[in-house]
């Protein structure tokens, strides 16, 4: 580790976030060998109408300060009129702001690691509507934050809301694919016998990368919408259109930023196998399973699917680690890795372009 620091590392972790913290300060005292946490202890406690604070019990004055925040962890609650209320992701980020708040400029430095990007899927306006995200990362800064990180964002180009700042949009590739050789390893990764699918435009440029890293074919479906009608604030989606090489007797790997109800990655996967894919495997960023479970339980005893890899960046859902197609790819000492390198002040450049270490996993596991 460098002697030169930019300041005196502070973690922060939100609530919902204490296991994910407690590893990444795990990996920092370990490589710092230090018997004391980095963690700087929080609290955000709510008054009985649902109002809120922000609360330091120590001082941040010149530290270089890194906040963890997941703002869609239902699994956090707190007592409103005298019911519990699960947190939404408004409730999270206001929390985020509280804290930002009580740091009062003191700080040498703010970086808010937000996995999942608040209203990151309002990231741009169609008609007479709000553009949460951009004024959301536009408030974040105007409160002081210098750096944003994120993961897999659903459209980077939010990022321009804020063009003077600090914003890395940090995509898994090299954790996914090596979470797939350790869980599966009979998997080919050979031209012939394995492609990467898109199950939408949107993600086209995440399966790109995918794709020409991994040097295969790639196959995409568009979504043909219902632009008539207004369903859960979005248009209905009436098919999914596949367009590229066939799959039969292939394995596909079928990528995406988040998976919500899995209404959508269920058709695709549908249409996978009518057209005679073999193995189906889903690499998804965030798994928020918000029809419950039970849906996978059964698309996945149909034989829709085969693996689901997702990682720990966000709230996971009681009893997912226990099913039998479910794969966790770690993201914690990715995370701590970045902490480290930003706070000896270092570029974290090679940290977000792995080929290099893809390349290596794929020798090894290919035996060469």
């Not at 409103?80 to 700080?107: F, N, T």
């Not at 210098?146 to 804020?162: G, K, L, P, Q």
């Not at 700042?165 to 990764?189: C, E, W």
Request: charged letters at 25%.
């Amino acid at each position: 580790m460098s002697d030169t620091l930019y300041g005196e590392l502070s973690v922060i972790g939100m609530r919902g976030c204490d296991k994910f913290v407690n590893q990444v300060d795990y990996y920092l005292r370990d490589w710092r060998a230090s018997e004391n946490t980095f963690i700087t202890p929080v609290e955000t406690p709510r008054f009985g109408s649902g109002e809120g604070k922000g609360m330091l019990h120590t001082s941040l004055r010149g530290h270089d300060v890194y906040i963890i925040s997941d703002c869609f962890n239902y699994g956090v609650t707190y007592r409103m009129y005298g019911r519990e209320v699960p947190m939404s992701p408004d409730d999270h980020y206001q929390d985020l702001k509280r804290v930002i708040a009580a740091i009062a400029g003191k700080a040498r430095r703010i970086t808010v690691i937000m996995p999942m990007l608040y209203e990151g899927r309002q990231h741009k306006r169609t008609s007479r509507e709000s553009l949460d995200c951009a004024i959301a990362l536009q408030e974040l800064v105007n409160m002081g934050v210098s750096n944003i990180i994120t993961f897999d964002a659903h459209d980077a180009r939010v990022s321009n809301a804020i063009p003077l700042t600090g914003f890395d949009n940090v995509r898994p590739t090299y954790q996914m694919i090596k979470a797939l050789v350790r869980a599966i390893p009979d998997i080919s990764l050979n031209h012939d016998d394995i492609m990467i699918i898109s199950p939408d435009e949107g993600a086209i440029s995440r399966t790109m990368y995918y794709a020409s890293v991994l040097g295969l074919d790639l196959g995409m479906f568009y979504k043909r919408r219902n632009y008539a009608v207004v369903v859960n604030g979005k248009n209905p989606i009436e098919a999914h259109e596949y367009l590229g090489k066939s799959v039969k007797g292939k394995d596909v790997i079928v990528i995406d930023d988040m998976i919500a109800s899995g209404d959508s990655i269920f058709d695709v996967c549908r249409q996978l196998k009518a057209k005679g894919a073999k193995r189906i495997f889903l690499f998804v960023t965030f798994g928020l399973f918000t029809s419950g479970l039970e849906v996978f339980d059964k698309a996945y005893e149909e034989g829709m699917f085969d693996r689901c890899f997702t990682t720990n960046l966000i709230y996971h859902p009681d009893g997912l680690l226990d099913k039998e197609w479910y794969c966790e790819v770690d993201l914690c000492k990715y995370v701590a890795l970045m902490v480290d390198t930003l706070n000896q002040d270092k570029s974290i450049s090679t940290l977000l372009n792995p080929v290099n270490k893809i390349h290596a996993i794929l020798d090894e596991h290919n035996g060469k």
